[in-house]
């Protein structure tokens, strides 16, 4: 019977051509356009890591100033200062923490024949790389000893022992940055985070850095501020470290808390940090501390850009206008085969033949415009990706699931709208049309 | 106006007889000029926001940053041979040490205010650090005071905390920092950066925009004469009409050449950095227009298909009124009348969700709200599209002859 319907679903398609293109194309469209944004928007609001989402937590200290908050209404600075930083480290009091920062400098490879380049770096404690899953080709991380001891260690990615030393293993060898020979601890694998969430205060799509190294060794090696740095009130003093030990906030920190007894105790111990800075006379402001996991830090930092978030909305009305013009077109057609249905019925097909074989023709046409929908989609991803250039790149891929929901999308979407149409045709009295004949 | 000839009346009835369709096409509109008028009005408000002037020679502009990294580098003499090699080099107008870029997006800002202590009134502003020949590279014209003269300038320290005794600050700045007063009045005056620290206003300029292009102070600026000893810095090259490009890589190729104990990175035009500033607002205007357009022409091809499908089933009527004495005109007005009563359901329903989307998009987004006159427009063009669309189906029904009555269809 189904395969009846079928047939009987591209006769019916076949005879309207304009018709049914007409319907195709605007469910295409509509898919289109949905999908694209909805691709852009999913990729930007993925869990970058999602097995331990809700056991890291960023950390966040109300170091401001006592006349204005960080960010209104009353929202804390989204950095910390060199001073916190530190002395929170000091304390191991969660399961893995680490403060951050990142800087950059120039790598010198040995070769006479390759050029000095200036490379990011991130500034991170031994904890960095388990709290974060870091893919490993060679070697590992460095240890809690080399942190404290400020060793000249680094971590270093794909592309850089690429570069530097032609790919291999170069663990063990030694690398020139900022004028120091560093040791090469580890080589990491291909590591791309689309959002880069431990970092998102400069954007969060940017690429993980090139060196990694102990984050003591920005006091040792005077590294320059990367990111962003505010300060509310000027260093005291002259030189760079009059500058760490200032107002300024340049560091990022993240705590990971496997339970919510863990997050608890910590935010005690923030707490309690506070009060004792207080009694420094630092922190003037009322106790505002926060611990956000990533999802909530995301939703915080506004990683989701506010334009691909209008686009969404706008071309889910997009696809609403699509749908009631196929449901409008749909009425017209079905509407025209009135005698034919009123004749099946009058030779005994029941009103769920009727119905199925209907909702039949508008499924075919359903995906039909899935089909269509998903070229489109694939074609407005790849549009993105020339308007928008090569920051985007992670953000326009689709995958298999975004391919199913499309297909699914458009049956749902096709289906609902030609829910009415048939079920008006299938209630056409068959004497009065078989009467006009 | 009388409605019998225009028969309104019959159009009404026999609209209430088929409603479904009409609805449809209703809504239809009224989603349409939702999304079309709230398109247009984000459209035009990124294109005002791309079309603001830094203040700056953009077209004849470039800048490069130089890091050095040997041991013995030493910033102060490389920086002043540096600038002494790219003044001298034929096709360069001039060339400075700054800070930051005026539209790239990152660079200093520090408040200022006109008395000195914690936590009064101030003002953000962007920090230009340029020598005595800032004004003429950067193009930017002084309206009241003086330049700064070679004496003015001053090298700054990796980590110093204090500022210059001079300052430039611009026009914009100028009637923030004095609110009631005309702008010429900041000259001379003494104005506070960080709270504390005293610089004198010797200058005043017309324009310069702030680095961050979303920013909503954007020429709140100061210049502040100061050379960095920082281990990167960074050149402005101003070049002779048309010669930018020729001697973007000869000053490469030099600069790189001339000391091995730096590396020469990140070169420019300002007329790139500008389009990788406004690229996301150039995207969404030709996003938001591809969707209108395409949009637009689904709904009047929606239009079309429905406005025919109308007409085949009422060929024999429209042959029974032909054959009774209508005139072609007649008939085309009939249709034209009836898609005008449907549109103008759709566009009063779409002006109330225009105004409802951008009262939701201004909550949500912080966009600005609407100008009134969108609404209007936006009724008028989705008008427009209706009668557009049908004028083709309601010919075809004109067409019809009378002796169709005679028939059975």
């Not at chain 1, 930092?301 to 997009?318: G, K, N, R, T, Y």
């Not at chain 1, 391919?403 to 049956?411: E, F, G, K, P, Q």
């Not at chain 2, 201004?362 to 100008?371: E, K, T, Y």
Request: charged share 20%; with cysteine; proline share 4%.
């Amino acid at each position: 019977m189904f395969a009846y319907y079928l047939r009987l679903a591209f006769k019916s398609i076949k005879r309207n051509p304009i018709l049914s293109a007409l319907m195709i194309t605007a469910i295409a469209l509509g898919i289109g356009a949905s999908m694209t944004t909805i691709t852009v928007n999913y990729l930007m609001s993925a869990n970058p890591i999602p097995h331990k989402s809700e056991q890291l937590f960023y950390v966040q200290l109300d170091s401001w100033s006592p006349h204005e908050p960080a960010n209104e209404p009353n929202e804390p600075p989204d950095q910390i200062t060199w001073t916190d930083a530190t002395n929170l480290m000091q304390n191991k009091t969660a399961f893995r923490q680490t403060a951050m920062a990142s800087s950059g400098g120039v790598v010198e490879p040995e070769g006479q024949d390759q050029k000095p380049f200036m490379a990011s770096i991130r500034l991170a404690f031994s904890d960095f790389f388990p709290m974060f899953d870091v893919p490993f080709l060679y070697g590992s991380g460095w240890n809690a000893e080399s942190d404290d001891k400020r060793e000249l260690v680094a971590v270093i990615s794909k592309a850089t022992n690429d570069k530097v030393f032609g790919g291999g293993n170069s663990v063990g060898k030694t690398i020139r940055v900022v004028g120091e020979n560093f040791r090469v601890i580890g080589v990491l694998d291909e590591w791309v985070l689309a959002p880069r969430f431990y970092d998102v205060t400069t954007g969060a799509f940017n690429e993980t850095e090139e060196i990694f190294m102990p984050f003591y060794l920005k006091q040792d090696l005077e590294l320059t501020n990367g990111g962003n740095t505010n300060c509310w009130k000027s260093p005291e003093g002259e030189g760079f470290q009059a500058f760490l030990q200032s107002e300024c906030v340049n560091y990022q920190m993240w705590a990971e808390l496997p339970t919510d007894a863990d997050k608890a105790e910590f935010m005690d111990f923030l707490n309690s940090y506070v009060m004792e800075q207080k009694a420094l006379g630092r922190f003037p402001r009322e106790l505002n501390n926060r611990l956000s996991d990533v999802m909530e830090w995301m939703e915080i930092e506004e990683v989701v850009a506010d334009d691909a978030q209008i686009m969404m909305w706008l071309s889910f009305m997009f696809l609403l206008v699509c749908l009631l013009n196929t449901i409008g077109l749909l009425l017209a057609k079905f509407t025209g085969k009135a005698s034919e249905i009123g004749l099946r019925r009058a030779v005994g097909a029941s009103r769920t033949d009727l119905f199925i074989q209907h909702l039949v023709e508008t499924a075919c046409i359903g995906i039909a415009g899935g089909l269509l929908g998903l070229g489109l989609a694939f074609l407005g991803l790849e549009g993105i990706k020339t308007l928008y250039g090569e920051f985007v790149q992670n953000l326009v891929g689709l995958d298999v699931t975004m391919v199913i929901s499309a297909l699914l999308l458009a049956l749902v979407s096709s289906i609902l709208a030609g829910m009415y149409p048939t079920w008006r045709a299938c209630n056409i009295a068959p004497a009065s049309q078989l009467k006009s004949q | 106006m009388n409605s019998s000839k225009w028969e309104i009346g019959p159009i009404f009835r026999a609209l209430m007889r088929n409603k479904v369709g009409a609805v449809l096409i209703a809504i239809q509109i009224a989603v349409t000029m939702t999304i079309v008028v709230n398109s247009i009005f984000i459209i035009l408000e990124r294109a005002e926001l791309m079309k603001r002037d830094s203040g700056i020679d953009e077209a004849n502009s470039f800048y490069l940053t130089t890091t050095g990294f040997a041991t013995d580098f030493n910033a102060q003499s490389t920086t002043t041979e540096d600038l002494e090699a790219i003044r001298n080099t034929p096709g360069v107008l001039d060339a400075i040490q700054i800070n930051a870029i005026p539209t790239s997006g990152s660079g200093w800002s520090m408040s200022f205010q006109t008395e000195a202590g914690e936590g009064l009134e101030d003002e953000g502003a962007a920090v230009y650090m340029i020598d005595e020949n800032g004004l003429n590279t950067l193009d930017i014209e002084l309206i009241a005071g003086e330049n700064f003269t070679p004496s003015d300038i001053r090298w700054r320290a990796p980590g110093s905390p204090d500022w210059p005794e001079t300052v430039i600050i611009t026009k914009a700045l100028s009637e923030s920092l004095f609110p009631d007063e005309n702008w010429q009045f900041a000259l001379g005056k003494t104005i506070f950066i960080s709270s504390n620290q005293p610089m004198i206003v010797k200058g005043i300029v017309d324009k310069i925009q702030a680095p961050w292009v979303g920013w909503s102070d954007l020429e709140h600026t100061v210049l502040v004469p100061e050379k960095t000893l920082f281990n990167s810095n960074r050149y402005f090259i101003r070049a002779e009409p048309g010669q930018r490009d020729a001697i973007m890589p000869e000053i490469e190729e030099m600069l790189a050449s001339s000391n091995k104990g730096r590396i020469i990175r990140g070169m420019r035009t300002v007329e790139e950095t500008r389009e990788r500033s406004y690229r996301s607002d150039a995207a969404m205007i030709k996003i938001l227009s591809t969707v209108m357009v395409i949009l637009t022409i689904v709904t009047g091809l929606g239009i079309v298909g429905l406005a025919s499908f109308s007409v085949n089933r009422r060929k024999k009527q429209i042959g029974t009124r032909r054959a009774l004495g209508a005139s072609q005109s007649a008939i085309v007005r009939y249709f034209m009348l009836e898609n005008f009563l449907i549109s103008t359901v759709g566009v009063v329903l779409g002006a109330g969700l225009t105004i409802g989307l951008n009262v939701l998009l201004v909550n949500m987004f912080s966009l600005p709200a609407l100008d009134w006159y969108f609404v209007p427009a936006g009724m008028l063009v989705l008008w427009l599209v209706g009668q557009i669309a049908v004028f083709g189906p309601a010919k075809k029904a004109a067409n019809i002859p009378p002796a169709m009555a005679t028939r059975t269809v």
